[in-house]
């Protein structure tokens, strides 16, 4: 007879409330784990709406990261142990009192960092680091401009940029998140809202441009990217906020400036190549963590029954950094 657990299910208003549905068993490569706190992400609210499929094989429960204790190994894990503390990115699941993972794709929560906080990092600081890190090549004394700079993605990608000694330019949409950006490390700040990005960056480099663009929005920046990359300038598309489709594009400026334009996904990589980044992020980002160098920016910790709330805060882009929500404990 299966077990039954609590997790975060859409009503038929996308609503979302926490009903009984099976406890996932535990592979032999395997780790069952009971989760303390998950984090929301845009996925997660494209995902309730109907308008972002979920992946072959992946949980439709949704929940892209997790931190929590393990419950349960299977036979073959050796180099973990019942109640070690951990964090993985997922693909689905997260939104659950359990969830099952791949022995190879958890991450130690170091002593340094309690269980809302380690919720907060899988997703967004494995996406910065394989946009601008990986993908992007962003090296010292580069220059990045970074989009939507408040969210969770762009708060990890300002702290990451900094650590690799780069200038950061950063766009916010308002006084508080500029505000916010500037105390992270950017170096300049930008009022999208009331100010031409393009402009102002183009300004302060002397008509040099940027060596890297981290975009989340897309169609409705397109123009002013082209004209703020440099030469050789490598721009990493990894959202459409501002739209999928551009209408009379002109290909020319992306041509004759020899711009590299790499489009990126994390939930879709395959296993290895999670597990790849993975273990690289663990390797160079997290002693930043356990040091104190980096701090997972989180702007709100939600309780179970608030998970609506918690949509509605990322749904009208009020957040600075994460919003987290703490999962029900099991009786």
């Known amino acids: 007879m299966s077990q039954m657990m609590k997790a975060c299910l859409v009503d038929e208003s996308n609503n979302l409330y926490w009903g009984e549905v099976e406890k996932p068993a535990c592979g032999s490569d395997e780790l069952l784990v009971r989760v303390h706190a998950t984090a929301v992400n845009r996925a997660d609210l494209q995902q309730k709406e109907g308008t972002y499929p979920v992946p072959p094989g992946a949980s439709p429960i949704l929940g892209l990261e997790m931190a929590g204790t393990i419950e349960e190994k299977g036979e073959l894990v050796t180099d973990w142990n019942i109640g070690d503390r ?10 659950a009192q359990y969830v099952v993972i791949k022995a190879d794709t958890a991450i130690r929560v170091p002593e340094e960092l309690h269980l809302e906080q380690a ?16 993908l992007g090549g962003l090296s010292s004394g580069e220059r990045v401009l970074i989009h939507a700079a408040a969210s969770g993605v762009g708060t990890a990608s300002i702290q ?45 480099t002397g ?16 123009q002013d990217n082209m004209e703020v990359l ?28 020899r711009i590299h334009l790499i489009a990126s996904t994390l939930r879709g990589l395959p296993h290895e190549r999670k597990v790849a980044l993975k273990n690289e992020f663990e390797e160079r980002v997290m002693p930043k963590f356990r040091s104190g160098e980096m701090i ?10 608030e998970v609506n709330e918690a949509h509605a805060r990322m749904k009208s882009n009020q957040n600075i950094g994460k919003l987290v929500v703490r999962v029900p404990s099991p009786k």
Do not use: C
Request: proline residues 4%; negative net charge; aromatic residues 8%.
């Open 296 to 305: 997972p920016v989180i702007d709100s910790v939600y309780e179970p029954f």
């Open 86 to 95: 951990v964090m993985a990115l997922l693909s689905g699941g997260g939104y």
């Open 119 to 134: 919720a907060s990092i899988p997703e967004v600081y494995l996406t910065s680091y394989l946009n601008m890190i990986q």
């Open 207 to 222: 008509g040099h441009g940027v060596e890297l663009v981290l975009d989340p929005i897309g169609a409705a920046y397109w």
């Open 160 to 204: 990451l940029a900094k650590t690799v000694g780069a200038q950061v330019y950063a766009t916010a949409g308002s006084n508080e998140k500029i505000e916010a950006v500037k105390e992270l490390g950017a170096d300049l700040a930008i009022a999208y809202k009331e100010q031409s990005f393009r402009d102002i960056v183009l300004k302060e």
């Open 230 to 257: 440099a030469l050789d300038g490598r721009m990493v598309l990894y959202g459409t906020m501002g739209g999928s489709k551009i209408d009379q594009v002109d290909l020319m400026p992306a041509m004759l400036k």
